[in-house]
Every structure is written in C-alpha cells, then in structure tokens.
C-alpha cells in the first residue's frame, strides 16, 4: 500500500506543476514598456511618472505601457479607447485606489471616499456625499461660493489699477469657500492653521517612500516619514475633534434637511461612537459614522475641491490673457448678454455659449487631475495584454484630452471646437475627454467645482479688463505646470484689473 502512495504522490505534484508552468505559457504578455533591472524594475525612472513624461513614453510605447516599480507594476494609460476600456468596459475590476503607506496612514486607514477600496463600505460613503454633502439640496455650499466670489470681486476692485497676484486671489477663493462649506464659519478662524496642515498633507502624500515599492527596505526613512506622519494626523486630529465638539455643544438639528447645514453638521447625524455599514436599506439606517470617518471624508474635500478649482480657475485666466482674440470675443458675448450695467448672475451662465467653450477647452487643456490612480482588484486582460491582479493604474488624462487622433491641433486653445455640433462633453461618457473621470469613481463633487469655477470664471471676466504687467506680451506668458495631485501653473499669473461695469461692484 505504501508503495502505491508514492508514486500517487509523484505523479498528482507533476500534474500541479505542469497545470502551472501550461497556464504561465498560455498567459497573455504584459503591455510593452521600458526594460528594468532586477529588483528596482523602471524604479530609475521615477521623476517620468509625472503626466507629461508619462505622455513621452506612449508616443513610443503606445496608449498602454507597463512598468515595473521594485515589487508592483504599473500601467500606464494614454489613449481614450485604452480608457473606456479601464473605465467603463472592466470599471469593477479597476475600482480600487492604490494607497501609499502615507495614504493609508492620513486616510486613518481608508475610511474616507477617495482612497477607500471599491466595496460596501464605499458604496455607502459616496451614497453619503452625493445625497448629502455635495448635494444642490445643501444651499450652504452654493451660497459661500456666491459670498466669496463677491468678497473676491470686492478684494479687486479695491486693488485696481495695481497688479493682482489672480493665483493667489483664486487659491485663497477656493479654500475660503470649502472651508465655510465644510465648517460653517464665516470668520475664517483657525483657516491659517488648517492651511498648514494640508500643506503637510500635500508633502507627505506626494512624498517618495521605498517601502511602498521595497516593503523590506521600510527602516530607510530619508524625508522622517516615520515621525511626520504621526505629527501630521495628530495636528488633524486635534484640529477636527475641537470643531466636532463645538457642533456637538451648539446642537444644531442635523440631518433635518436644514438649509445652513455645513458638511460637519450634515455628517454629525450619522455619527456613533462605533462606525458601522450595511448594503441597503435608507442611508439614516445603513451607516454610522465615527470621528475617523468625519475626517477623513473631510480631508477629502478640502483636497478634492480646493487646488483642483482654484488651478483651473487660473488657467481659464491664463490661457484667455495668452488668447487675446479669446478674451475679447468671451467678455464681449457677456457685454452683449448680460450688459454692462449688472453684475453676471447664476441664471445668465447657460445663455453664455461661448464662455462656456471657454470653460470646456480650460479643462481639456490643463485637467486639474491630470493622472487618475486606480488599481485592479483582480488579474485580467487588457487589449491582449496581462494585468495581474493589484496593478496600479495612471489613466493619463493629460494626454487623452490632447490625443492627435481625436483632437484637431490639440495642444492650441480654441474653445471654438466646442461649438461644433456632436463635440465631446466632459460628464464621462467621451473617453477622449477626461476632466472628471468616468465610471464609479468619477468626481463626485463635479457639479459643485464646475459652480465654482464658473461664476469666479464669470465674474473676473465681467467685472474687470485685464492688462499684462509692465508691457508684459502675452506670448511672454509662462504656460509651464509642476506635477502634484494636481498640475497648477508653475509661476502665477499676474495681471492688472480696471473695472469694466457701469454699476457700482460692492
Ligand atoms: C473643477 C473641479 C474638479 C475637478 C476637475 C475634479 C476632478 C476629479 C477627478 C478627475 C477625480 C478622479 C476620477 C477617477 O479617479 O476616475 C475626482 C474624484 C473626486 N473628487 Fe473631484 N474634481 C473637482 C472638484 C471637486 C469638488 C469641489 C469636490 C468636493 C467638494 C470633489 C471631490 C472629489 C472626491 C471625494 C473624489 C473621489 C471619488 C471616489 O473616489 O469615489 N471634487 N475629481
């Protein structure tokens, strides 16, 4: 008998690893890209992963490339066939986020929206936002970006006639609107601190870290993560716990649909000691959310909806001082719509067509996210090619908003292009035009950017001329952007503004 159990034992291992070494044969290869070394793979080639340089590698690899980056790959997605593809055709196997250790660590484990995996739990957190948080129905929201739009108008005409610093004006504008709707306070109080804070957030989530590449080589810490980190979120905490304090004490009625409700409020009718999710049933029923959670939804949205609208803001004034022909056809449409006797309001904004090509090509041209993060949840195939499963995925959205096959002179401003019958529109389902992504983890916040940007957009145009400074040309406009979660200008935009009304503008 025993006899018989060895060869039994032979013959069932050669059959396992020849099923094996059958399946590795048959197996699809891997997207073409760059060779790498053992161990570090393409690592070398770290500063190339940025949208532009990514964009260089698929004019020589094509609309999907594969790197290796010590023990994970990465793909990288240049083309809007490539990206229907991982965003529509397989968007629940490309769900889920990769998160750095920085990530996981200031997400306090990915209990937000952004970096959480695609599942139950996310489901309900983007049911939350997008019924509640973000919701037109919260007037909160729609009415600080009113308000501070005109602070910001007022703040210009004050400084008339001098050169204003716009990146610094429409940076300064986006953090004062999220920052009421997220808290409610209109003075501002504590905003300085809350800046430096995400400041460091910023640092520590684009900061390099070999072990999320080498898990192994984790004790070499050049840039003092290992202290930061904790420094970081204990600075959040104690800054958040004090402002859900003071809403606790004010006990404000949340959840009763409350028209001054800001997000803390809103979220604070689902808070519990204990978070807890469930599929289904009413939202009110279905989650409880901790203090953990409340931070970290609202790191969320100070970084999803601060730099991405501000930077676009100062682009559509960028490209528009770089266009003359541009800007005066645009403040024209509004002179002829809105008249100069008024200010431009919410209602005239569907009438303005042009402007609104303008706003468009802005964010065709310079995508506030310019690269998409995603990861497989599981091993698939793409186009032919092999992803195995926990592939981080860069949809380049950068290069498939310039495609030369979808795009006509794809890199010029011509926000005309949108007045052609049948062009693109960004809401997700024209893969050759990305701003907000597409699928399940397209920005949820799309409509509240878009107001923002909009009337900030509107009102700079309509309230003032703008000049260059010191006979500045506008071909001697520097258009240059530095890569980050988002691509800002790299030098601000300066200019001088004169009013243009015939009213008063505060
Ligand atoms: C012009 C303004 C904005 C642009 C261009 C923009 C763009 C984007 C993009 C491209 C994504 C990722 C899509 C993907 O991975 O496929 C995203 C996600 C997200 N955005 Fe926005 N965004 C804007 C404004 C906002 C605002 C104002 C908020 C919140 C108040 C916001 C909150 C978020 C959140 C929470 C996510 C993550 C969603 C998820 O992972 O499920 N965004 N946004």
Redesign the pocket.
């Known amino acids: 008998m025993e006899s018989l159990q060895i060869p039994i034992a032979f013959y069932a291992i050669i059959a396992i690893l020849t099923f094996f070494f059958l399946s590795w044969v048959r197996r699809k290869p891997l997207p073409p890209g760059p060779m790498g070394w053992p161990i570090i793979g393409n690592m070398l080639m770290m500063d190339q992963l940025t949208h532009r340089g990514l964009a260089r590698l698929a004019e020589k690899y094509g609309g999907i490339l594969h790197l290796k980056m010590g023990f994970s790959h990465t793909i990288a997605v240049s083309s809007p066939e490539m990206a229907r593809i991982i965003?529509q055709e397989k968007d629940n196997i490309f769900a889920n986020?990769p998160a750095t250790i920085a990530i996981t660590y200031l997400t306090y484990n990915g209990v937000?929206?952004?970096?959480?995996n695609y599942g139950p739990f996310?489901r309900q957190?983007?049911k939350l936002?997008v019924m509640k948080?973000?919701s037109r129905k919260r007037a909160e929201?729609w009415d600080s970006v009113r308000d501070e739009v005109d602070t910001m108008v007022k703040a210009t005409a004050i400084n008339s006639g001098t050169p204003v610093n716009l990146g610094e004006l429409v940076f300064g504008l986006t953090h004062d609107i999220?920052y009421r709707?997220a808290f409610g306070s209109i003075s501002h109080e504590g905003k300085e601190e809350f800046i430096r804070i995400l400041q460091e957030y910023t640092k520590l989530f684009g900061a390099f870290n070999l072990a999320d590449f080498i898990p192994f080589l984790g004790f070499i810490d050049p840039a003092g993560l290992n202290t930061r980190l904790p420094a970081a979120r204990a600075a959040l905490d104690g800054f958040i716990d004090k402002i859900i304090d003071e809403h606790l004490r004010k006990g404000k009625k949340t959840g009763d649909e409350g028209l001054d409700n800001d997000m803390v409020d809103e979220m604070l009718a689902f808070y519990s000691e204990e978070g807890k999710v469930n599929e289904g049933g009413d939202l009110q029923n279905a989650i409880n959310l901790t203090r953990d959670n409340i931070k970290a939804?609202i790191m969320?949205?100070m970084?999803?909806?601060?730099e991405?609208?501000a930077s676009?803001i100062e682009w559509a004034m960028t490209e528009l001082m770089h266009t003359p022909e541009a800007l005066k056809r645009v403040q024209q449409e509004m002179a002829n719509v809105v008249g100069l006797d008024r200010r431009v309001e919410e209602s005239d904004l569907e009438k303005l067509t042009y402007f609104k090509c303008v706003i468009k090509e802005t964010?065709r041209l310079h995508?506030?996210?310019p690269v998409?993060?995603?990861q497989s949840s599981e091993a698939t195939e793409v186009s032919g090619y092999h992803i195995p499963k926990g592939t981080r995925v860069m949809?380049n959205?950068y290069a498939i908003n310039r495609d030369k096959n979808s795009w006509e002179d794809p890199d010029t401003f011509n926000p005309s292009r949108f007045l052609q019958n049948g062009a693109p529109d960004f809401r997700g389902s024209n893969y050759e035009f990305?701003?907000?992504?597409?699928?399940?983890?397209?920005?949820?916040?799309?409509q509240?950017?878009?107001y923002?940007?909009e009337m900030a957009v509107a009102h700079l145009l309509h309230c003032f001329t703008w000049e260059l400074p010191d006979g500045m040309k506008p071909s001697e406009i520097d258009m240059g952007d530095v890569f980050g979660l988002t691509a800002p200008k790299a030098i601000r935009l300066v200019a001088v503004p004169t009013p243009r009304l015939l009213c008063p503008l505060y």
């Open positions: 965003l986020r937000d929206l952004a970096f959480a996310w957190m983007r936002c948080l973000f929201s999220i709707a939804i969320d949205v970084f999803g909806g601060t991405t609208v676009a964010l995508p506030p996210i998409l993060l995603h949809v959205a990305l701003p907000f992504g597409s699928g399940r983890r397209s920005c949820p916040g799309m509240l950017g878009l923002a940007m």
